[in-house]
């Protein structure tokens, strides 16, 4: 049963090794190959031996040569890269175990992806001109250890306690093709979701329509916009006390805007007030809403605010994402809540944590007697608390303020994790 054939789809994807005697489109004879290693003292008599067929795949590893001529100071820039790729190939990516590596696959899967990026790596366009000869310069400057097997060249070994070595100061991957391409491939496997955008909005307090904002009862307004209509309001009806700037007036309309609806008991209310105290109780008395826009929603969408302790009494919050853990008879769950707020189909985001962190989870429907509005809960085992928060900033582009997690102490993950069994791209 033929399982391999020399050229095809296989032998491609297993890095286009040519056996010897196989040289293009000929096959020449060749030499029965000794079956056992033979390590090379000066690596000079393996280097002298290397096949046609060898020198035929390295061609495939290099760049084109072009045909303009080489000036002496290019190959010797060259000459440098090589070395460069050579020591950041060894500093951050080839591990003792990996070794001996055949040397073409030491070029290309090692040397060539260190390189920085923009930058092409020629050995022809080098003073070597040759791998083996550079590599054969490399053993003699003490950094490799070369041998053979079978008619191939290998590196055996890296010596780590040559000084050129540890000296060396390898770039950031980011810096490397490697890590560019990295990065490429990271953003193309990512969905194109644009980060969601939250506008905090007001809504005046009903006692201000007619006396210092429109009667547009479906109107929103930023929060310096209403800052705007007091101060106007406030400058139109000569509310400054003239004996003390930082004391308004409050006359019947303002006052009904500070504190209408609110008890206060046999207390008469103020007639005089600091500005930043007005300003502060004015801002209160507004309903707070949050408009927000991208991420998984279809269209811009208006919510109103939900209220959260705070340094001075509660604080507005968008409407975000519930993730809780907890433990039922005895065993760790994580529950997420209200993703359909946000646009993200809950049952879909569920198949997905599963083939994220390979954890058994349950999909809850329930409607609301008030409303009918329907709201989903997901119900992971064990603690996934962190890994949720990165996930839905990561892929869902959430941001920070729209996420409410309550999980402390004991019950919350140690740190974001996923399954052994999965890799992600």
């Given at each position: 049963?033929?399982?391999?054939?020399?050229?095809?789809?296989?032998?491609?994807?297993?890095?286009?090794?040519?056996?010897?005697?196989?040289?293009?489109?000929?096959?020449?004879?060749?030499?029965?190959?000794?079956?056992?290693?033979?390590?090379?003292?000066?690596?000079?008599?393996?280097?002298?031996?290397?096949?046609?067929?060898?020198?035929?795949?390295?061609?495939?590893?290099?760049?084109?040569?072009?045909?303009?001529?080489?000036?002496?100071?290019?190959?010797?820039?060259?000459?440098?890269?090589?070395?460069?790729?050579?020591?950041?190939?060894?500093?951050?990516?080839?591990?003792?175990?990996?070794?001996?590596?055949?040397?073409?696959?030491?070029?290309?899967?090692?040397?060539?992806?260190?390189?920085?990026?923009?930058?092409?790596?020629?050995?022809?366009?080098?003073?070597?001109?040759?791998?083996?000869?550079?590599?054969?310069?490399?053993?003699?400057?003490?950094?490799?250890?070369?041998?053979?097997?079978?008619?191939?060249?290998?590196?055996?070994?890296?010596?780590?306690?040559?000084?050129?070595?540890?000296?060396?100061?390898?770039?950031?991957?980011?810096?490397?093709?490697?890590?560019?391409?990295?990065?490429?491939?990271?953003?193309?496997?990512?969905?194109?979701?644009?980060?969601?955008?939250?506008?905090?909005?007001?809504?005046?307090?009903?006692?201000?329509?007619?006396?210092?904002?429109?009667?547009?009862?479906e109107a929103y307004y930023s929060a310096q916009q209403c800052r705007d209509f007091l101060n106007n309001y406030i400058k139109d009806q000569g509310l400054v006390d003239p004996s003390s700037q930082g004391q308004i007036v409050l006359d019947p309309q303002l006052c009904d805007a500070l504190f209408e609806g609110e008890?206060?008991?046999?207390?008469?209310?103020?007639?005089?007030?600091?500005?930043?105290?007005?300003?502060?109780?004015?801002?209160?008395?507004?309903?707070?809403?949050?408009?927000?826009?991208?991420?998984?929603?279809?269209?811009?969408?208006?919510?109103?605010?939900?209220?959260?302790?705070?340094?001075?009494?509660?604080?507005?919050?968008?409407?975000?994402?519930?993730?809780?853990?907890?433990?039922?008879?005895?065993?760790?769950?994580?529950?997420?809540?209200?993703?359909?707020?946000?646009?993200?189909?809950?049952?879909?985001?569920?198949?997905?944590?599963?083939?994220?962190?390979?954890?058994?989870?349950?999909?809850?429907?329930?409607?609301?007697?008030?409303?009918?509005?329907?709201?989903?809960?997901?119900?992971?085992?064990?603690?996934?608390?962190?890994?949720?928060?990165?996930?839905?900033?990561?892929?869902?582009?959430?941001?920070?303020?729209?996420?409410?997690?309550?999980?402390?102490?004991?019950?919350?993950?140690?740190?974001?994790?996923?399954?052994?069994?999965?890799?992600?791209?």
């Amino acid at each position: 049963q033929v399982l391999q054939v020399y050229g095809d789809t296989l032998w491609e994807f297993a890095g286009s090794h040519r056996p010897p005697g196989f040289v293009d489109g000929e096959v020449l004879a060749t030499e029965e190959p000794s079956s056992t290693d033979q390590t090379s003292t000066s690596g000079t008599e393996a280097i002298e031996t290397e096949t046609k067929a060898e020198d035929a795949d390295l061609e495939q590893n290099e760049e084109e040569e072009t045909t303009q001529p080489i000036t002496q100071e290019e190959r010797e820039e060259m000459d440098k890269l090589l070395e460069f790729c050579f020591l950041q190939a060894a500093r951050t990516r080839v591990k003792d175990k990996d070794l001996p590596i055949e040397i073409s696959l030491f070029f290309s899967q090692y040397m060539r992806p260190a390189r920085p990026k923009g930058t092409l790596v020629d050995i022809k366009k080098s003073t070597h001109k040759k791998l083996t000869t550079f590599l054969s310069y490399l053993q003699s400057e003490e950094l490799i250890k070369l041998s053979t097997n079978k008619g191939q060249t290998r590196v055996s070994q890296v010596i780590r306690k040559n000084p050129t070595y540890y000296e060396f100061q390898p770039i950031p991957f980011e810096e490397t093709e490697e890590g560019v391409k990295a990065a490429e491939d990271e953003a193309a496997s990512k969905p194109a979701v644009p980060p969601i955008e939250v506008e905090e909005l007001y809504k005046p307090h009903k006692s201000m329509y007619g006396v210092m904002f429109p009667q547009d009862r479906e109107a929103y307004y930023s929060a310096q916009q209403c800052r705007d209509f007091l101060n106007n309001y406030i400058k139109d009806q000569g509310l400054v006390d003239p004996s003390s700037q930082g004391q308004i007036v409050l006359d019947p309309q303002l006052c009904d805007a500070l504190f209408e609806g609110e008890s206060h008991g046999n207390n008469p209310l103020p007639t005089h007030m600091n500005r930043a105290e007005v300003s502060k109780r004015f801002t209160r008395r507004l309903g707070a809403y949050f408009r927000m826009k991208g991420g998984k929603l279809k269209k811009p969408s208006t919510f109103p605010a939900r209220m959260v302790p705070g340094k001075d009494g509660k604080e507005p919050r968008p409407p975000g994402v519930s993730i809780k853990t907890e433990t039922r008879r005895g065993h760790n769950v994580t529950l997420v809540r209200n993703l359909e707020l946000l646009g993200i189909d809950p049952e879909v985001f569920a198949q997905e944590m599963k083939t994220v962190f390979a954890a058994s989870s349950t999909f809850e429907a329930t409607e609301s007697e008030k409303d009918g509005r329907k709201s989903y809960e997901i119900m992971f085992q064990g603690f996934w608390d962190k890994t949720l928060a990165e996930h839905l900033g990561e892929v869902y582009r959430l941001p920070k303020i729209c996420m409410e997690i309550q999980a402390k102490g004991k019950n919350t993950e140690k740190g974001p994790k996923q399954a052994s069994n999965v890799v992600r791209s």
